[in-house]
């Protein structure tokens, strides 16, 4: 496998690899990682439909891109998804899914149309004091000792960053500002995560940091997440033939570690301490210090059945794609009227279980525990508010200046309530969310990144709280008269929460080598997917870097000859680089930094020389001078 930039190798079919008649794929999982990497071994590695086998203990697709009408429940959808122009591989894919809705189209021409016709930007990114405007006025308020916080953080090797917070960065200066509150809210961030995903996430965005207070550099789907993006993938593959088994669980994977016939229980490889961290082309991070080139081949897939447990054995024509992990194990809903059950003394269970298994074979399968053994550290909760009637969307107009019912961009991305003891954000994307859904009901997704907190309306944690209660809070911080709360949540609104114990496990402090490599090396027929496999191209908790493992995995096993898109570079453009550094100073430049006497002539003395170059006028179109 290989990585290329540029319409050569993106426009180019790969010729057929030698031998995929003769072989078969398992994979477990249905997110989106799961189905690209059956995507590509239909499209690209030109595998037999039929040959293909995903395994989903679930009874529908999609993992935690979900969205459904449940049966006394009512609409439900755990999270949202936000795209950008450079999600390289998912577009590279996405031209080739048909549209379900219009003939002739693919996913990503409705998709292109869409937010060309309709393009995104929020009108009111934050309220305060029960639905007034919060004042941000778009800036991001870092004083000059912050931005240079942030700077540090940018500069830092990855290696000093393992296992290490943000706290160790930050402080009030940075934790206080628009900054952090634009950034926390949006991607989910808390104080004790890891310093290591903030930096990768600064410089993988580093394009869009202009962007953060009025979202103008997303695009989103029509529809929610399952029937925008899983269904035109899954009726893709079952076009051609792809076998699916719902309501079958793995619960482990066996190796033969070294050659052999079965799996060796002993860990083998070299100590951490006696490798060298070799650093990815990138720049990112190092690869996985546990890595040896010892053979690793799967030998056997245990399953679940309804009850009844049974074996796949393997060979190595027999390739397997581990979905490792999951951001919404254990989630758990509530209703109206009951909330949403929250056990933290549950073990994780499922693909947790399953990677802890298939983790204690070999020390380069990774570490789960570093993810999945603190679930108070990695839950929120979040809420689907059906609105159904005409009572609440004016209170929703009034905050967002724009007709709910349009069918067009509503909120923009979340509006997040700066007092909220919950830290509550709320979205309402274009409108109707769900096909069948009523033309005079709107959803609206609310979460709260600090679920544990007695709320400011209904005084009770929102794990404690009724779809009903956590409406009616988010209806206070609406600025609806309280006169008027009770009825509206109890009457005119369904409310679905939901508690996610593991949706933020992916951030939590780490070092190189505790999430498995996609292909470990070794690896004969076998790859990991999803959030918790580790590429040095992408940052995780996005769309593109699931996608991107499938399509990685499947290219390396099984020889693709045509290059994986690069990951978009915008961190190595200097053209981003000043404009990020004079965004995030609120078009300050530089030279309004407050010096000493010493800086301010070494400065002076360096602007002087660079007069008249291009260099300076580079500068100077970008506000740093």
């Not at 894919?93 to 998709?111: F, M």
């Not at 033939?241 to 482990?252: C, I, L, P, Q």
């Not at 409108?431 to 009770?460: E, T």
């Not at 099984?558 to 100073?585: F, H, I, M, Q």
């Amino acid at each position: 496998m290989y990585y290329s930039n540029g319409n050569y190798e993106a426009f180019a079919r790969p010729r057929k690899p030698e031998g995929v008649e003769s072989k078969h794929a398992y994979i477990i999982g249905t997110g989106l990682a799961a189905l690209s990497a059956a995507c590509y071994l239909v499209r690209d590695a030109q595998m037999p439909g039929e040959h293909i086998h995903i395994i989903e203990k679930d009874a529908v697709p999609g993992g935690a891109c979900d969205g459904a009408d449940i049966p006394g429940l009512g609409y439900v959808m755990r999270g949202g998804r936000e795209m950008d122009n450079h999600f390289e591989v998912m577009w590279d894919l996405l031209r080739s899914i048909p549209s379900i809705e219009t003939d002739g189209v693919s996913v990503l021409d409705e998709y292109y149309w869409l937010n060309k016709d309709d393009p995104n930007y929020s009108l009111c990114r934050a309220t305060r004091e029960q639905g007034h405007d919060a004042g941000t006025n778009g800036e991001f308020a870092l004083s000059d000792k912050a931005a240079m916080q942030i700077m540090r953080l940018f500069f830092t090797p990855d290696e000093e960053l393992y296992d290490r917070p943000i706290t160790d960065f930050f402080d009030d200066d940075v934790l206080g500002s628009n900054f952090w509150m634009y950034w926390r809210t949006m991607f989910a961030f808390e104080n004790w995560h890891s310093a290591l995903e903030m930096k990768l996430y600064i410089r993988r965005y580093i394009h869009h940091i202009g962007g953060l207070p009025d979202f103008s550099a997303l695009r989103f789907t029509r529809y929610n997440q399952y029937e925008s993006m899983i269904l035109p993938m899954v009726r893709y593959l079952e076009s051609h033939g792809v076998d699916f088994r719902y309501g079958t669980k793995v619960e482990n994977v066996e190796f033969a570690i070294g050659g052999g016939d079965g799996p060796r229980r002993e860990r083998t490889g070299v100590g951490q301490d006696t490798i060298l961290r070799i650093q990815a082309e990138s720049g990112v991070y190092a690869r996985n210090p546990y890595s040896s080139p010892v053979s690793k081949r799967a030998v056997r897939i245990d399953i679940d059945h309804d009850g009844v447990k049974s074996a796949i054995d393997l060979t190595d024509d027999d390739l397997v794609f581990i979905t490792n992990g999951g951001c919404v194990e254990n989630s758990t809903m509530g209703s109206q009227t009951a909330p949403a059950a929250w056990s933290p003394e549950l073990k994780p269970g499922g693909g947790w279980d399953m990677w802890r298994r298939i983790a204690a074979q070999d020390p380069s399968f990774g570490h789960p525990d570093k993810f999945c053994a603190d679930p108070q550290a990695t839950k929120w909760m979040s809420a689907t508010v059906t609105t159904l009637d005409g009572e609440i969307p004016p209170y929703i107009r009034r905050i967002c200046k724009r007709d709910p019912f349009s069918g067009r961009v509503v909120t923009g991305g979340i509006v997040t309530v700066t007092d909220s003891s919950w830290l509550m954000s709320w979205t309402l994307n274009r409108q109707q969310q769900f096909r069948d859904q009523s033309r005079d009901q709107l959803c609206v997704w609310v979460y709260g990144l600090f679920p544990d907190r007695p709320g400011d309306y209904v005084r009770k944690p929102m794990t404690e709280c009724t779809g009903e209660e956590i409406c009616a809070e988010w209806l206070y911080h609406m600025g609806v008269p309280a006169d008027r709360i009770e009825a509206l949540a109890s009457k005119h609104a369904n409310t679905v929460p939901v508690m996610m114990p593991y949706i933020t496990a992916f951030f939590m402090p780490r070092a190189a080598g505790d999430r498995p490599d996609v292909v470990p090396d070794g690896a004969v027929n076998f790859a990991f997917l999803g959030q918790f496999a580790e590429t040095p191209r992408d940052t995780i908790f996005t769309t593109e870097y699931s996608m991107r493992t499938g399509m990685e995995a499947v290219y390396t096993l099984l020889d693709v000859d045509r290059g994986v898109p690069e990951v978009w570079g915008s961190v190595y453009d200097v053209r981003n680089l000043l404009n990020a550094t004079v965004k995030l100073r609120d078009g300050r430049p530089v030279t309004d930094m407050k010096l000493n006497v010493v800086e301010k002539a070494v400065l002076a003395k360096a602007l002087k020389k660079l007069d008249g170059t291009d260099i300076a006028t580079l500068l100077r179109e970008y506000g740093v001078i």
